[in-house]
């Protein structure tokens, strides 16, 4: 059974074919408004996105696109308290083939954390 791609992804996937997009990231949403907030920056912002719905596992849908992303993945959490998650979703987008996923504001302590391959790698 082949896993689906998570929500929005395949847009952003198309949208970054056609060309417009190579100076923006992919940023991934989690937690909770995910979908509102995904609608919001596709068409407010014009943010490509993709979302993990709330209380799905990540390891559930099929990440492999983020590889074609030639930026660092940027993951934002709509809240604290998501740090576990943040950090799987960080390790499978990694493992995925993305080098580097950057975490925003409600990450960690909010200063933002980088995930590497590299050290990824290391640590596996």
Do not use: C
């Not at 992303?69 to 993305?98: C, V, W, Y």
């Amino acid at each position: 059974m082949s896993l689906k791609a998570p929500p929005y992804l395949r847009q952003a996937v198309s949208r970054l074919a056609a060309g417009d997009y190579r100076d923006k990231p992919l940023w991934v949403i989690v937690g909770l408004d995910t979908w509102t907030v995904a609608k919001d920056w596709t068409d407010r912002l014009n943010r490509l996105v993709a979302l993990l719905p709330l209380g799905a596992d990540p390891v559930s849908f099929n990440w492999s696109a983020v590889a074609k992303f030639p930026l660092p993945i940027m993951l934002h959490a709509t809240e604290r308290g998501n740090d576990d998650m943040a950090d799987r979703l960080a390790r499978l987008l990694i493992q995925a083939g993305t080098l580097r996923v950057l975490g925003g504001e409600f990450v960690g302590d909010g200063l933002g954390i980088l995930w590497q391959a590299k050290e990824i790698q290391h640590a596996t």
